[in-house]
């Protein structure tokens, strides 16, 4: 696959109103969830990203017959040629990790290659295989592959040792089509697992969620679906943050703002003003924006994923913030690159990052490691004097859609280039 460079002149003020895209990380286990039925499904508002293009090639290589355009994506699955997920697609995102609950339930086996190390962490996969052994399933595992297969899953009690997103996903579409009702303890409450949970209801799932707890009572079989994906919450939170970035004002569009909310209290705390409405937010940045300090936390704390964009608003903050990471181990690698530009971050614990500022920044060239890591490099090339190059930026495409478009419109001056 051709890798993209971006070009980046600033500094420059965006202002006006930005669209977001379908939640990329409700349309990943929603396009899975298609293969726990031989019926038509429909998916609309599906970003185009390519982790949504290489998951419907996964399901299209099990047999599935799908076709993706325009944000829609129509699919049936009437017949699976195959068991094993395709090594290669599988090895390029972990959401291929989504297949497993889902295929096991509907054809008794799945084999599976485990997904590849990932840049921010070890991202283990013991909760999903458990989850499943206790609903029956023999599990084996030779050459980094996977292989499950169980007759029919039979219902349990799974407590999460700790708070897993597609772990809870994949444990609650196995169970749809299991034998009695499965509990699931300690579950995430993100509004993609919800989403997920709506859908499979409306298919005839019988799924209920009291808090952290989700109880599945196991059906026979599932109808085909139309709907819906949420709005991208993290997608919505990063131009929120471009948006708090002095001098900016940016009103973010078709948006669910109660997904936003700690985000925006600690928006509020930095001193942005904030106007918003059901699905839409309003933020005008502050010009002497104040330190803070924000640990990443499941949903509804905050999240992982926009830890690096906010990195990059507190290099211009007034005063030393700290930046907790609890999810994942090794993701502060944005932090070297910005470093490069002039910003003066420090790693102060295992997973604490000291932010002084405010940092002016210089253009400079720099590599982009994984997804957010290079929203945040797109947004400090846009406040940051003269020509940014962010070299391996394919990274930005696998989860935002058309961001380079995006923001040019709201004034900024990005070129990709294909390389
Ligand atoms: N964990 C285990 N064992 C498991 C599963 C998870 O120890 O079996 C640990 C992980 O190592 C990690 C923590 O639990 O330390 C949380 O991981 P989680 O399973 O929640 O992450 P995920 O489901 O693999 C999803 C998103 C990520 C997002 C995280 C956390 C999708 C497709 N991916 O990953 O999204 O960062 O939840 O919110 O939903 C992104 O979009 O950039 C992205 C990385």
């Known amino acids: 696959m051709a890798d993209i460079r971006l070009e980046i002149n600033g500094p420059t003020r965006l202002h006006g109103a930005v669209s977001i895209s379908g939640a990329k990380n409700a349309a990943l286990p929603e396009m899975a969830a298609t293969l726990l039925t031989p019926s038509p499904c429909q998916l609309g508002n599906v970003p185009m990203v390519e982790d949504t293009r290489i998951m419907l090639q996964t399901i299209a290589r099990l047999g599935g017959v799908g076709r993706l355009e325009k944000n829609q994506l129509r699919i049936q699955n009437t017949r699976l040629t195959t068991f094993e997920v395709d090594r290669e697609l599988a090895r390029k995102t972990r959401a291929s990790l989504l297949i497993l609950g889902p295929l096991l339930a509907r054809s008794g086996r799945v084999t599976l290659s485990l997904p590849g190390g990932c840049p921010i962490g070890e991202r283990k996969v013991n909760y999903h295989l458990d989850g499943l052994s206790r609903m029956g399933a023999r599990i084996s595992q030779r050459d980094g592959r996977i292989t499950a297969a169980a007759d029919r ?193 420090r790693q102060s614990g295992p997973g604490d990052l000291l932010i002084k500022g405010p940092t002016p920044l210089r253009g400079a060239t720099l590599k982009s490691t994984d997804l957010r890591a290079s929203a945040a490099l797109v947004l400090a090339g846009i406040i940051a004097e003269g020509k940014t190059t962010i070299l391996n930026a394919m990274q930005l495409f696998r989860g935002y859609e058309r961001m380079p478009q995006k923001l040019n419109r709201l004034g900024a001056s990005i070129k990709s280039i294909k390389e």
């Open 153 to 345: 899953l039979k219902s349990t009690r799974y407590h999460f040792p700790s708070v897993s997103v597609t772990g809870t996903e994949n444990l609650v579409m196995a169970a749809v089509l299991a034998q009695g009702t499965t509990v699931l303890e300690n579950c995430a409450r993100e509004p993609e697992v919800d989403d997920l949970i709506d859908l499979l209801n409306r298919s005839g799932a019988r799924i209920t969620r009291n808090g952290s707890d989700i109880a599945i009572t196991g059906v026979k079989a599932l109808c085909g679906f139309t709907h819906r994906v949420i709005p991208d919450r993290i997608e919505a939170g990063t131009y929120m943050i471009a948006g708090a970035l002095p001098p900016n004002e940016i009103t973010v569009r078709d948006c669910d703002a109660s997904h936003n909310r700690r985000l925006l209290d600690i928006l509020t705390a930095v001193g942005c003003t904030i106007s918003r409405g059901k699905d839409w937010v309003r933020i005008t940045s502050s010009p002497a924006p104040a330190p803070v300090t924000i640990a990443t936390r499941p949903y509804p704390g905050f999240p992982t994923d926009l830890q690096a964009q906010m990195t990059t608003l507190l290099t211009q903050a007034d005063g030393s913030s700290t930046l907790t990471e609890n999810i994942f181990e090794n993701r502060f690698q944005h932090s070297s690159e910005l470093n490069k530009m002039g910003a003066r971050i």
